[in-house]
């Protein structure tokens, strides 16, 4: 398994930008697909974004699309979310998720990283 630590969270005012970076240790990380999560209180963790691991073929719930954009290098074992058009509503504890290809649950966590978008 992958271990992962994400980050890049912070303080962001509506309508600006942020890029939130998922590092992966571990091997054969072009085998894992790559998701981004987001969370808020009281509510389910919201698949956002999804990569898949050799191809890089890119998922995104409706309403992030055309906003955010996820990329990955396998070369560094990294994943990231480039975040645009930031609205209050974005505001969540973001979290990067790994699964083997073709397997269907994502098992392996980040630790969340916070992001804020003030009004």
């Known amino acids: 398994q992958v271990k992962l630590v994400d980050s890049g969270g912070r303080l962001v005012p509506a309508g600006g930008s942020l890029n939130l970076s998922c590092a992966a240790s571990?091997?054969?990380?072009?085998?894992?697909?790559i998701a981004w999560f987001r969370q808020t209180p009281g509510k389910d963790r919201d698949l956002i974004a999804r990569?898949?691991?050799?191809?890089?073929?890119?998922f995104y719930k409706d309403y992030v699309k055309g906003r955010f954009t996820i990329t990955r290098d396998n070369t560094k074992n990294m994943a990231y979310l480039h975040m645009m058009s930031l609205k209050p509503e974005d505001t969540a504890v973001y979290y990067c998720?790994?699964?083997?290809?073709?397997?269907?649950?994502?098992?392996?966590w980040g630790q969340g990283t916070e992001v804020t978008v003030s009004s």
């Open positions: 998720a790994a699964r083997r290809q073709f397997e269907i649950s994502f098992d392996c």
């Open positions: 571990g091997r054969s990380f072009s085998t894992y697909d």
């Open positions: 990569i898949t691991g050799a191809d890089f073929r890119p």
